[in-house]
């Protein structure tokens, strides 16, 4: 038994024996996989949401210590520790979920590969629980509103146009859009950009950022503009090559993370 792939592997078939369907269990499993991790996730979020707050101190740093570059990252961490925030608090939830990420895929891979006859009821009893175990005669399938869960949205595509070429699009498409807007909501405002518009329910009225002239702050304001574009075009380009069935892991797990960014906006909101 893997130690890292068989509780996953146990949820997926302890769903789909509940719900009698793979997609539905994928569906559960992401959203319990998020519950999980949320101790983890919830400080990263009111960390980005206290650090949108801190943007116009931090231009009234930059403005005050110019050039000083080392001046300006003391007084940076002064004021993160007077604050309470810890900028790095993001890197260890990304980490994680990005692992949690490629252990799902394994899993998924191997029940998917159950169902297309190329991995043995042998293999996968291996990594099952006693209740959960199935013999050779288990029926199983991988479809889900019409579409195979293993097939990817290329394949998709390629046999033709069809109503099954919905759900991957839908995936697709959906899972671009919300991060794209994930990223936008945890962005700084720009002056110039957003007219001094709030950067969040969850950021008071004083919350706004102004550019400061420079080709360093021009260069910054470029490289988060194409964070919030790129990022997105390229999980709808990669996501051409994954499978239905990862494409619904990332939806939901998107969907769920949008969730949990307008609940910590809401909470903060009735703290003001």
Do not use: H
């Not at 260069?219 to 964070?227: C, G, H, L, P």
């Not at 939901?252 to 949008?258: F, G, I, P, T």
């Amino acid at each position: 038994m893997n130690l890292f792939i068989a509780p996953f592997v146990n949820a997926l078939f302890g769903f789909y024996y509940l719900l009698g369907n793979l997609g539905w269990s994928i569906v559960a499993v992401t959203i319990i996989i998020r519950l999980v991790l949320m101790p983890l996730v919830w400080p990263s979020l009111r960390s980005s949401i206290k650090m949108q707050a801190l943007q116009p101190k931090l231009k009234k740093l930059q403005e005050k210590f110019g050039k000083d570059k080392q001046g300006l990252a003391k007084a940076q961490m002064e004021m993160y520790k007077e604050e309470g925030v810890n900028p790095l608090s993001g890197c260890l939830p990304n980490i994680l979920q990005i692992a949690v990420l490629m252990i799902f895929f394994s899993a998924f891979n191997m029940v998917s590969g159950f169902s297309e006859g190329k991995v043995t009821t042998e293999t996968i009893n291996q990594q099952l629980i006693k209740t959960f175990q199935i013999n050779n005669d288990f029926k199983f399938s991988d479809q889900f509103m019409g579409v195979s869960l293993s097939a990817t949205p290329g394949k998709v595509f390629k046999d033709g146009l069809s109503l099954s070429l919905v759900l991957p699009l839908f995936l697709l498409l959906g899972s671009g859009y919300l991060q794209f807007w994930s990223a936008k909501k945890m962005m700084p405002a720009s002056a110039k950009n957003s007219g001094m518009a709030k950067l969040s329910p969850a950021v008071n009225d004083t919350a706004y950022t102004k550019q400061t002239p420079g080709k360093e702050d021009d260069m910054m304001a470029m490289m988060r503009t194409q964070s919030i574009y790129m990022m997105p075009l390229m999980t709808i380009f990669i996501g051409f090559s994954f499978s239905v069935g990862i494409l619904i892991y990332w939806f939901v797990n998107s969907a769920v993370m949008a969730g949990q960014q307008l609940l910590m906006a809401q909470i903060d909101r009735k703290k003001e």
